[in-house]
């Protein structure tokens, strides 16, 4: 075989009694010469990337209770699990779709995050409010620290007081309490906000091609005020090879009825508003990028769901997140 290989599995995968059953085993050949050094350098960052996000989504995402999506695998032909073929960075699996779990579960509306536990999330039919929206889970992927940094402003590195470089971004989640199908501001919940920069790194991690541990940029958490809402300054995140834009965020309840709450989900931006914005400086020196919305293992997994309306400002976007929590 000429060049890298495609990346593929070695065996199967199945979710059983909602823990992880088989290995997934993946395999990049390298040969010949109709790449250079460097081109296999960077492929193999790529596939080690790649491998360190799946890795963590079975090891994190498919435990017992987890309720998260991996435990939407259905058992495929005569095999012992869903098969899941990686290639080009895509996997193709046998997920149900939103309509094949709503069929399943015999439902005509939203089943909510109770108990701790969140099987389907969608928008409210008949919501007498635009902003009582409740989204789907998503992973929280191999980047969340929990460094516990209570700021608004999370550009600055308060390590060395240097600002991360990008086209500026007012985010605001406007988190609400849905019960008894009413929905009402939740005061009081930590909010955490983590993405990557213009070049598609993030803060405190150690991954191939790049070490910040120890530095804090572009992450922090705000406190939901009296009107639900938790306000962040930010910017336009950038790329890396296998994911779309995206915002990560994690929102924790204080203790109510004997315990805490936790959320965990993304966020996504247009794929023409990415091309339009990543065109300019900082972020045309990474060229183009190499996975949209659609093409994204995850994005598929509810994605249409979390998407941001951005709006034009004079000096870069703002945007509003509606969200509610189903909670006891």
């Known amino acids: 075989m000429d060049g890298v290989g495609s990346l593929r599995t070695v065996d199967t995968v199945a979710i059983g009694g909602g823990r992880l ?16 050094r460097l081109e296999v350098f960077h492929e193999v960052q790529d596939r080690f990337r790649l491998l360190r996000h799946l890795l ?5 995402d498919s435990g017992e209770g987890s309720g998260r999506y991996f435990q939407l695998l259905v058992q495929e032909g005569k095999g012992n699990g869903c098969r899941t073929v990686l290639e080009e960075h895509t ?6 779709s939103r309509r ?11 089943t909510f995050l109770i108990g701790g536990r969140e099987a389907v999330a969608q928008t409210l039919a008949g919501s007498p409010r635009s902003n009582c929206v409740v989204r789907p889970k998503q992973t929280e992927g191999p980047y969340f620290v929990d460094e516990r940094l209570h700021r608004s402003d999370i550009r600055t590195d308060p390590t060395n007081g240097r600002s991360a470089p990008g086209m500026p971004v ?22 955490d906000v983590w993405h990557c920069d213009a070049r598609g790194v993030y803060s405190d991690v150690e991954d191939p091609g ?11 958490y705000q406190m939901t005020d009296a009107r639900g809402e938790a306000r962040f300054m930010t910017i336009y995140p950038g790329w890396y090879p296998i994911r779309t834009v995206h915002i990560h965020f994690k929102i924790r309840t204080t203790p109510m009825t004997r315990r805490s709450v936790e959320f965990t989900s993304q966020v996504y931006f247009p794929d023409g508003l990415t091309d339009h914005v990543h065109s300019g400086h900082p972020y045309a020196a990474m060229g183009p990028r190499r996975v949209r919305n659609r093409q994204d293992f995850i994005f ?5 769901q979390l998407m941001l309306e951005p709006s034009a400002t004079n000096d870069g976007y703002s945007v509003t997140f509606p969200i509610s929590l189903a909670l006891p």
């Open 91 to 96: 996997p193709i699996g046998c997920f149900l």
């Open 100 to 110: 094949e779990v709503m069929a399943l579960l015999g439902a005509t509306g939203a």
């Open 300 to 304: 598929r997994q509810g994605g249409n």
């Open 21 to 36: 059953e088989g290995l997934v085993g993946m395999v990049a050949t390298a040969g010949g010469d109709s790449m250079g």
């Open 170 to 191: 007012a985010l605001t989640f406007q988190v609400s309490r849905f019960r008894a199908g009413e929905c009402h501001p939740l005061p009081d919940a930590q909010v």
């Open 210 to 220: 790049f070490n910040t541990v120890g530095q804090k940029f572009l992450r922090g």
């Open 56 to 60: 963590h989504v079975f090891i994190h």
